[in-house]
């Protein structure tokens, strides 16, 4: 079953919530009870950490997508703006130095292999 980042976020904080529950509550039930609940407990935590971690993954895919949309814009802004810049008709006066390009822009990052 997919989870995703708000669904993981939800998942797990009623994981540990229903853990903390059936942990503090078990005792003061019977004692055999609490054998019998821990496997339950136990499973559930397993179960919010796992969907923590797929929610960190999903949030990392996205990220690393993002930050390559973003290098690939600002590669078609320089070339526009370069384009412009030939494409200019020819008067007396010098054109102005290009700047460099603006650093709020991250350069594209090497693909890492995904797992």
């Known amino acids: 079953m997919a989870i995703d980042a708000r669904g993981?976020?939800?998942a797990f904080a009623l994981g540990v919530a229903a853990c903390a529950v059936v942990v503090l509550a078990?005792?003061?039930v019977a004692p055999q009870a609490a054998r019998r609940v821990r496997p339950l407990a136990k499973s559930?935590?397993?179960?919010?950490a796992l969907a923590a971690v797929a929610a960190r993954r999903h949030?990392?895919?996205m990220s690393e997508a993002w930050d390559d949309l973003l290098a690939?814009?600002?590669v078609d802004l320089s070339a526009a703006t370069a384009a412009a810049g030939a494409a200019a008709?020819?008067?007396?006066?010098?054109?102005e130095p290009?700047?460099?390009p603006a650093t709020n822009v991250r350069k594209a990052k090497p693909r890492r292999k995904r797992d």
């Open 59 to 61: 949030m990392a895919q």
């Open 26 to 28: 078990a005792p003061l």
């Open 44 to 48: 559930a935590l397993k179960n919010a």
């Open 8 to 10: 993981a976020g939800l």
């Open 98 to 100: 290009q700047t460099e």
């Open 72 to 74: 690939e814009v600002a």
């Open 89 to 95: 008709p020819a008067n007396d006066e010098a054109p």
